[in-house]
């Protein structure tokens, strides 16, 4: 045999070891990076030993059974909210310190006989009952359309950051408005979110208080991982609200941040903050 030969065959006989290695071994997986991070954790709660109702709340740890609700069935608005406020108030005595925002509070009318003005929870309308998501959800244009066929004027659809009037602006607020107006309805809205045991968004964070989005991304315990805004919002959907987690394009998902960060315009950016 030739050198020539020799060599060709010894080449082969690598190449097939190398072959069969891999094989055997199957495909190598990239190593996963800091951002992705480990498998979402999941909120495990106690069972109850008379099979009644347990709801979580959002910190992966507080829970509490409620009595004559039976495991699978969803409470009323009222008792989701009884529920959400006895949760909080274990929650803060627990963690004294806890750097929490109060409630938004309104004006009231002083009480017959007194000059003091009274406070309450701001009074927002409760969604009606099954009420759905608009048919086929908000939009990248939010209504914009519609406008336009009030004001009789085509939308600017030409230069990016010029050759717009004041009426281009008006429809782009209008929109704008009108997707962070779908974002209030759905945060509000226990069977809009897809929650199975009548758990809304608002009921621990009324007006959206203590969401805190210019805080994010940043690392979340409950998670085991550094989380955006949006995952936030997936893991109180699956673990309060017991539902299942919305797409980041979901019309949902898309309309809940638009709120959340409206509620929070001219506060400074601060991720990584606790």
């Known amino acids: ?77 009222a008792q989701a909210q009884h529920v959400s406020g006895a949760l909080m108030e274990e929650w803060l005595r627990k963690n004294p310190n806890a750097n929490w925002d109060p409630a938004p509070m309104m004006a009231q009318a002083p009480a017959p006989g007194s000059t003091t003005p009274r406070t309450q929870q701001p009074r927002t309308p409760a969604p009606s009952v099954g009420a759905s998501v608009r048919p086929g959800g908000v939009t990248p244009e939010s209504g914009g359309s519609q406008v336009k066929k009030q004001i009789a004027t085509p939308i600017q659809d030409g230069h990016t950051y010029g050759a717009f009037s004041d009426r281009d602006e008006a429809i782009w607020a209008a929109s704008t408005e009108q997707f962070v107006d779908e974002g209030h309805r759905v945060f509000h809205d226990a069977q809009a979110i897809g929650g199975t045991v009548g758990i809304s968004c608002d009921m621990c964070h009324p007006d959206a208080s203590n969401t805190h989005p210019e805080t994010y991304p940043k690392y979340q315990v409950q998670l085991g991982r550094v989380a955006l805004l949006r995952d936030m919002i997936n893991w109180c959907i699956e673990n309060p609200a017991r539902g299942k987690p919305l797409a980041d394009g979901d019309p949902r998902m898309r309309a809940m941040e638009a709120y959340i960060y409206a509620k929070r315009k001219g506060v400074k950016l601060d991720y990584g903050k606790k």
Do not use: I, Y
């Open 1 to 77: 045999m030739t050198f020539r030969m020799k060599l060709l065959v010894g080449t082969g006989a690598v190449l097939s070891f190398v072959g069969g290695a891999a094989l055997a071994t199957g495909p190598v997986s990239p190593p996963k990076t800091a951002a992705q991070g480990s498998e979402v954790k999941k909120h495990e709660l106690p069972v109850s030993k008379d099979g009644n109702l347990v709801v979580g709340l959002c910190d992966g740890e507080t829970s509490m059974e409620v009595k004559g609700v039976k495991a699978g069935q969803s409470l009323t608005r």
